[in-house]
T-cell receptor, first 112, second 112 residues
Framework: EAGVTQFPSHSVIEKGQTVTLRCDPISGHDNLYWYRRVMGKEIKFLLHFVKESKQDESGMPNNRFLAERTGGTYSTLKVQPAELEDSGVYFC??????????FGQGTRLTVV | LAKTTQPISMDSYEGQEVNITCSHNNIATNDYITWYQQFPSQGPRFIIQGYKTKVTNEVASLFIPADRKSSTLSLPRVSLSDTAVYYCLVGDRGTGFQKLVFGTGTRLLVSP
């Protein structure tokens, strides 16, 4: 069974540009989460999808961040325009029922 | 969500047993205790989950006293590959785990 996969693994963009991160959850998992860790900080929750619906987006830092999950399969997280403080590692996780969450490898985003 | 406190770092040697204790004084009746492991450049990985007494799997044991205000993750005979950050999380499997709250974690370093 394939795990949670994230693309790209690394991204370096200039301030003001747009970046789109993608997450493919484990097949059949209705719950999909985005987390991030910025430099020196703890891993923080961003938002939670149940199928294609946003269940909780209380962790989204501002309106420069847009997450979608069309069709309830893969999800994208777009940052537009990117700022320096957006640099960090973005993790996606998926969960089925009440089982544990499975995390992807993360996308390391560097904004210069 | 209950706050957790754990040591920032621990050192050990190969072959030793490592016990990492986590305090969660405000744990609620419905809360479970879950431990995740994270290697560099990877996402967190589920290790073990429990509610009370003792839980054991092929990787670790989890000891939870009767008052449930703390828990101890026990790693038997650690190897160099167990060097990682270990996170203790507390939440209701039905609702709290919708949004995992990561603390600072315990950075375990295993030396030869």
């Amino acid at each position: 069974e394939a795990g949670v996969t994230q693309f790209p693994s690394h991204s370096v963009i200039e301030k003001g540009q747009t970046v789109t991160l993608r997450c493919d959850p484990i097949s059949g998992h209705d719950n999909l989460y985005w987390y991030r860790r910025v430099m020196g900080k703890e891993i923080k929750f961003l938002l939670h999808f149940v199928k294609e619906s946003k269940q909780d987006e209380s962790g989204m830092p501002n309106n420069r961040f847009l997450a979608e999950r069309t069709g309830g399969t893969y999800s994208t997280l777009k940052v537009q325009p990117a700022e320096l403080e957006d640099s960090g590692v973005y993790f996606c996780a998926s969960r089925g029922g009440e089982t544990e969450a499975f995390f992807g490898q993360g996308t390391r985003l560097t904004v210069v | 969500l209950a706050k957790t406190t754990q040591p920032i770092s621990m050192d050990s040697y190969e072959g030793q047993e490592v016990n990492i204790t986590c305090s969660h004084n405000n744990i609620a009746t419905n809360d479970y205790i879950t431990w995740y492991q994270q290697f560099p450049s990877q996402g967190p990985r589920f290790i073990i989950q429990g509610y009370k007494t003792k839980v054991t799997n092929e990787v670790a044991s989890l000891f939870i006293p009767a008052d449930r205000k703390s828990s101890t993750l026990s790693l038997p005979r650690v190897s160099l590959s167990d060097t990682a950050v270990y996170y203790c999380l507390v939440g209701d499997r039905g609702t709290g785990f919708q949004k995992l709250v990561f603390g600072t974690g315990t950075r375990l370093l295993v030396s030869p």
